[in-house]
């Protein structure tokens, strides 16, 4: 599975794997964020710090949520298409169900992952020509489950990635970064506070340019989360953009939800 999230994918096509490239779902996902700037400032890092912890906090507090997602990914030096999908995370245990919605070659593929439940495997069935395969069961970081992700599906969510984002700021990478914080940025009716990190001295070690994060400034938690790295040339090339829309804070899930026998799912 690919995701921070999340998708998985078997040899061919198989849960959310397809590199193929929808112009439509492109521009649908460039233009979820609007700036309407109302000035910016520069952090310190451990302003930066004090910032991460507290988005970390809140979101540690939240029992789950469910939310639309647009994730586009570079695996292995190669960009990956965005795809789009409908995801519910639960906390603890830790379980995600994922049901993609596009690009139309991954549609309708589902895949389900609950920490010690159904063999610590990802659940997953594919939809089309591919169909006929039924229900399969994955090694969350086996080859099968990894090709065409960046991430198992054990790193998927908002969490996932923050802990990330915390661990390089923790690394006194900082020091060497220029942050800057600006507020009046819009993505889908939510305003954020927007976040940028820029990496002054570009190694393959810490392996980025530049980080952007929004985080919902009613709310608290983190909305999208992008990376830019430098290739050979010095020219800034997108590593992964994980977007989050439409979520809904402790909907209340179940383990109901995370069962491939709910009739609401496909398999």
């Given at each position: 599975?690919?995701w921070?999230?999340?998708?998985?994918?078997?040899?061919?096509?198989?849960?959310?794997?397809?590199?193929?490239m929808?112009?439509?779902?492109e521009?649908?996902?460039e233009?979820?964020?609007r700036?309407?700037a109302?000035?910016?400032?520069?952090l310190?890092?451990?302003?930066?710090?004090?910032?991460?912890?507290r988005?970390?906090?809140r979101?540690r507090?939240?029992?789950?949520?469910?939310?639309?997602?647009?994730?586009?990914?570079?695996?292995?030096?190669?960009?990956l298409?965005?795809?789009?999908?409908?995801?519910?995370?639960?906390?603890?245990?830790?379980s995600?169900?994922?049901?993609?919605?596009?690009?139309?070659?991954?549609?309708?593929?589902?895949?389900?992952?609950?920490?010690g439940?159904y063999?610590?495997k990802?659940?997953?069935?594919?939809?089309?020509?591919?169909?006929?395969l039924?229900?399969?069961?994955?090694?969350p970081?086996?080859s099968?489950a990894?090709?065409?992700?960046?991430?198992?599906?054990?790193?998927?969510?908002m969490?996932r990635?923050l802990e990330?984002?915390?661990?390089?700021?923790?690394?006194?990478?900082?020091?060497?970064?220029?942050i800057?914080?600006?507020?009046?940025?819009v993505?889908e009716?939510?305003t954020?506070?927007?976040?940028e990190?820029?990496?002054?001295?570009?190694?393959?070690?810490?392996?980025?340019?530049r980080i952007v994060?929004?985080?919902?400034?009613?709310?608290?938690?983190l909305?999208?989360?992008?990376?830019?790295a430098?290739?050979e040339g010095?020219?800034e090339?997108?590593v992964e953009?994980?977007?989050?829309?439409?979520?809904?804070?402790?909907p209340g899930?179940?383990?109901?939800?995370?069962d491939?026998e709910n009739?609401?799912?496909?398999?």
């Amino acid at each position: 599975m690919k995701w921070l999230v999340l998708s998985t994918c078997l040899p061919l096509l198989l849960i959310g794997c397809s590199t193929h490239m929808d112009p439509r779902l492109e521009r649908e996902a460039e233009g979820l964020i609007r700036h309407d700037a109302q000035g910016g400032q520069e952090l310190t890092p451990q302003a930066l710090q004090d910032f991460v912890t507290r988005v970390l906090l809140r979101t540690r507090k939240i029992r789950g949520y469910r939310c639309t997602i647009y994730k586009r990914e570079r695996v292995q030096g190669e960009l990956l298409g965005t795809q789009k999908a409908r995801l519910d995370i639960r906390h603890e245990p830790f379980s995600v169900h994922i049901r993609f919605l596009a690009p139309s070659a991954v549609a309708g593929e589902e895949a389900i992952y609950v920490a010690g439940r159904y063999d610590d495997k990802i659940v997953a069935h594919s939809t089309g020509l591919l169909g006929w395969l039924g229900t399969v069961h994955l090694d969350p970081g086996g080859s099968m489950a990894m090709k065409g992700n960046r991430y198992p599906i054990t790193d998927a969510g908002m969490l996932r990635l923050l802990e990330k984002f915390d661990a390089i700021c923790r690394s006194g990478v900082l020091d060497h970064c220029a942050i800057t914080s600006e507020e009046g940025v819009v993505l889908e009716g939510r305003t954020c506070v927007r976040v940028e990190v820029r990496n002054l001295h570009p190694r393959p070690d810490p392996g980025f340019s530049r980080i952007v994060l929004l985080v919902d400034a009613d709310e608290g938690v983190l909305l999208h989360y992008e990376v830019q790295a430098l290739q050979e040339g010095a020219c800034e090339v997108l590593v992964e953009r994980h977007t989050f829309t439409d979520v809904l804070l402790d909907p209340g899930l179940v383990d109901r939800d995370f069962d491939p026998e709910n009739p609401a799912y496909g398999y």
